[in-house]
């Protein structure tokens, strides 16, 4: 996974006498994530304020700044781990602070494992006779996609290798995916439905 912290994934568990002091449970706080973000990979830094016992057993806060990296192609649900940073409670040893990854909705993307969905509106006339799109990627490339096929409901175009990073790696990406909408006209006078006629009918 995308952990910080080495020990996060150990499996290894070191047996404790009964005189050390119990754990305490992990605290999970969830932390929304741009898709550009996630696309990309970034360091962040967050301030974590806890409450810890003075040497008189009276509460107090005390407050740090963290800042952990996240690989290119993070996925919601990655946890990051800061151990031993949740409150302080008597005869317990203070559990982790753990950050849940959330995607926050993005205005043009939606994510599906490791492929990008773009959906685009077409003009009926448009999915008849063919166009092109321009496709601005998550880390600001631009290209366009030539559309020369006849578009039917449901349609849709792969681009390969323009999805999100898989594991981290910039060079192995899922796919791009383009969702094609048609959009019927609402209306069209007896002369365009003639005219209409006179074309389908003429093949």
Do not use: W
């Amino acid at each position: 996974g995308f952990f910080t912290s080495a020990s996060a994934d150990n499996p290894y568990v070191r047996a404790r006498s009964s005189s050390q002091r119990k754990k305490d449970r992990d605290q999970e706080q969830e932390y929304g994530l741009t898709l550009e973000d996630m696309y990309t990979g970034t360091t962040k830094k967050i301030r974590l304020t806890r409450e810890i016992l003075d040497a008189s057993g009276q509460r107090m806060e005390v407050s740090r700044v963290h800042e952990f990296t996240l690989k290119p192609g993070t996925k919601s649900g990655t946890k990051i781990r800061f151990e031993g940073e949740g409150h302080e409670r008597q005869g317990y040893e203070p559990g982790d602070v753990v950050l849940v990854i959330k995607e926050k909705p993005h205005k043009v993307y939606t994510r599906s494992g490791n492929n990008l969905v773009l959906k685009k509106k077409v003009p009926l006339v448009d999915a008849l006779t063919g166009f092109e799109i321009t496709v601005e990627t998550l880390d600001h490339r631009r290209f366009r996609v030539p559309v020369r096929e006849i578009i039917s409901p449901g349609y849709s175009k792969t681009i390969s290798n323009e999805g999100f990073p898989i594991k981290g790696d910039i060079n192995n990406r899922g796919d791009l995916v383009i969702e094609f909408e048609i959009i019927f006209p609402t209306y069209l006078s007896s002369d365009k439905k003639q005219r209409l006629k006179e074309v389908f009918s003429s093949d």
